[in-house]
């Protein structure tokens, strides 16, 4: 059974921990003076994450937990401060004398530990990557990120679900569409409503957009950290293209605030135009790319995770579509009807994530051009309800989850799981077999969300 989060809510005596699986929920009452769970790292790898953040944000003890570390709180956060915690409302921290963070290290004869980050010579953001080495091979691996807690589900509380859209659209930007359209399914929960299908067929139209946009800009850094930057020219080329096109539907080039409950009519001659040029040039950039044997050496068994750690890691999106697992939230008779292929692979290395991209972006494309129709439907929006709600997206990285408490109108706790948030909790599986050179160009085929995960 699949772990898709694991997450805690204040209740008035208690602490609820909430364990959302594959088909099936379960919740956990403790109480808030002596607030004890177990781990479930030892069946789910990637509850430790989970399980060290309740720690930072309430408090809650992992009594059997071998990793007691922080994970959002970095050296200087003062300790026993649990910022979660409703009583919780202090604007400013004041610093704590330093503690250092003791990372995963192996030692013995010959091996040395080489820190990358968390500042990094380019335009990306921070993060850390902790490697043991022996000589150029990579022993071990540890990932460290949580630099720039915005402290956004703290923000979000107290806020209606329309003043908390421009944050929550925000969180990422490469899934900001995605994001939205979790937001839209709860706001459609909440108020007992239905999305007529022409809005329907207009928010899938962006999603994908996202996705060809995404996928491109991947599709050409990948080659370029392999040495072949003419890709890396070609296809931002194709990203820009895409990018303006997503600036003309929305107004914003990442799409912040797309997703609306109108329509607006589309010309769709220029718009058939369009997708059927980027069909051309994707399928020109598709046979050029798939003939350069140097190429597909780099990427080849680079880099591999196999189906039984993706399994083992409850890995998501493009990272376990190309290792053999066939999930993906589109996977619906909507999205069926209007073309969707599932795009997977076996090979579970930088080859098999690269073509998967390419397999999803054409896809996508087709998928756009059935998504099209000329429609102005508007619909309005009635009072939201109290309660509890969650709400999926497949966005350009693999799978979304969000969860909304509305208590009196007003957020009482939001909590989203990135797909991101999983994922990297693989990467050091796949870096076992090769060297640190390859590092760059294992990391850029999983494109994971920093952001995403710097709540």
Request: glycine fraction near 6%; charged fraction near 25%.
């Amino acid at each position: 059974m699949r772990l898709i989060a694991r997450y805690a809510k204040e209740l008035e005596k208690a602490f609820e921990i909430i364990t959302v699986y594959e088909g099936e929920m379960q919740r956990e009452q403790v109480d808030k003076e002596s607030p004890i769970i177990k781990t479930l790292a030892k069946q789910h790898p990637s509850a430790i994450w989970f399980e060290r953040k309740m720690h930072d944000d309430f408090g809650i003890i992992i009594e059997d937990t071998f990793d007691k570390r922080p994970l959002v709180h970095q050296e200087r956060f003062p300790k026993d401060t649990h910022p979660l915690i409703k009583d919780f409302q202090d604007k400013t921290l004041k610093e704590a004398a330093y503690l250092p963070y003791k990372y995963e290290e192996i030692s013995g004869d010959g091996v040395f530990q080489v820190a990358v980050g968390p500042i990094h010579a380019g335009i990306i953001e921070p993060g850390h990557f902790q490697f043991s080495q022996a000589g150029e091979e990579m022993l071990h691996l540890e990932v460290r990120h949580f630099y720039k807690n915005r402290g956004i589900e703290k923000m979000l509380e107290g806020k209606t679900l329309m003043d908390a859209k421009p944050v929550i659209e925000r969180i990422s930007g490469n899934e900001s569409i995605a994001y939205q359209l979790c937001w839209r399914d709860i706001v459609l929960q909440a108020s007992r409503q239905e999305l007529p299908l022409s809005l329907q067929k207009r928010h899938a139209f962006l999603l994908e957009l996202e996705r060809v946009i995404h996928h491109l800009t991947d599709l050409g850094f990948i080659p370029n950290d392999a040495g072949f930057g003419a890709a890396l020219a070609y296809a931002s080329k194709l990203a820009e293209d895409a990018r303006r096109l997503m600036q003309t539907l929305t107004h914003h080039r990442f799409g912040f605030g797309g997703i609306t409950f109108e329509n607006t009519d589309i010309d769709l001659v220029p718009m058939q135009k369009w997708i059927g040029k980027m069909q051309e040039n994707v399928l020109d950039f598709e046979t050029w790319i798939m003939d350069i044997p140097s190429l597909w050496d780099r990427f080849d068994t680079t880099g591999t995770l196999s189906f039984k750690k993706a399994v083992k890691y409850d890995t998501v999106g493009v990272v376990a579509r190309a290792s053999g697992i066939a999930m993906d939230r589109r996977a619906t008779l909507f999205y069926l009807e209007h073309g969707f292929v599932m795009a997977h692979e076996t090979g579970g290395d930088v080859a098999a994530r690269f073509k998967l991209r390419l397999a999803e972006v054409k896809n996508s494309l087709a998928m756009m051009s059935n998504f099209l129709e000329e429609d102005d439907t508007q619909m309005e929006i009635h009072t939201l309800q109290d309660g509890e709600y969650m709400s999926f997206c497949e966005s350009s990285i693999g799978e979304l989850f969000m969860a909304v408490d509305i208590k009196e109108g007003l957020i009482e706790r939001f909590v989203v799981r990135d797909p991101s948030f999983v994922n990297w909790q693989a990467l050091h599986i796949m870096m076992q077999k090769d060297i640190i050179a390859d590092f760059p160009l294992i990391n850029k085929s999983c494109d994971l969300s920093y952001a995403g995960n710097d709540l």
